[in-house]
């Protein structure tokens, strides 16, 4: 059974620092990564996808992935109080007949602190 | 572009009646994803639809369904609602399936 694994937090980071999100999940088969992040009464919004190891940037946003340790993470630099929202793993086996939809987890509620 | 269109936004419904949700995708993407929210359970796999055809399901009772129709527009279907059928229940869009998905606002069902 897949599983995916996120510390439900709160994580309290005093704004400016950076967050770290972190995920990891039981699937080696699983070929596709993403963090959505959710505030509360809406929809989950896609913030970064992964695909292969290292690392990934998009603005503030760095997702890093390592498949042979089955962990991926998400870091916030220069965080702001507009980033405080519960924060989405979601894990996919991959295309065609293996693929079961997205997997999430809980989710990491996370707090910047002005 | 327009996003990923979901109604109603809301629905309230008496157990043992059915209900059908809509989602019209992000023009361009073929796959449709349904998604349940609720507090316990977080948010689980329903279904995913791509070019009409089913390509997979999570673990749920046979009472929801779906379909997806030549314009990729989907529906999803509950019948005999149970008070526990009460959640948000969200559709995804993608280009291909295992590819970025985008989600619609939700429709909120209550069943009492």
């Known amino acids: 059974q897949k599983e995916v694994e996120q510390n439900s937090g709160p994580l309290s980071v005093p704004e400016g620092a950076i967050a770290s999100l972190n995920c990891t999940y039981s699937?080696?088969?699983?070929?596709?990564f993403f963090w959505y992040r959710q505030y509360s009464g809406k929809s989950p919004e896609l913030i970064m996808s992964i695909y292969s190891n290292g690392d990934k940037e998009d603005g503030r946003f760095t997702a890093q992935l390592n498949k042979a340790s089955q962990y991926v993470s998400l870091l916030i630099r220069d965080s702001q109080p507009s980033d405080s929202a519960t924060y989405l793993c979601?894990?996919?086996?991959?295309?065609?007949?293996?693929?079961?939809?997205?997997?999430f987890g809980k989710g990491t509620h996370l707090i910047i602190q002005p | 572009k327009a996003g990923v269109t979901q109604t109603p936004r809301y629905l309230i419904k008496t157990r043992g009646q059915q209900v059908t949700l809509s989602c019209s995708p992000i023009s361009g993407h073929r796959s449709v994803s349904w998604y349940q929210q609720t507090p316990g359970q977080g948010l689980q796999f329903l279904f995913e639809?791509?070019?009409?055809?089913?390509?997979n399901k999570g673990n749920f009772p046979g009472r929801f369904s779906g379909r997806q129709f030549s314009n990729s527009r989907s529906e999803m279907n509950v019948s005999t609602l149970e008070l526990g059928d009460s959640a948000l229940y969200l559709c995804?869009?993608?280009?291909?399936?295992?590819?970025?998905?985008?989600f619609g606002q939700g429709t909120r069902l209550t069943v009492v």
């Open positions: 699937d080696r088969g699983s070929q596709s």
């Open positions: 979601a894990v996919n086996i991959g295309s065609g007949g293996g693929a079961d939809g997205l997997t």
């Open positions: 995804a869009s993608s280009y291909q399936i295992g590819t970025e998905a985008f």
């Open positions: 639809y791509f070019s009409e055809t089913q390509r």
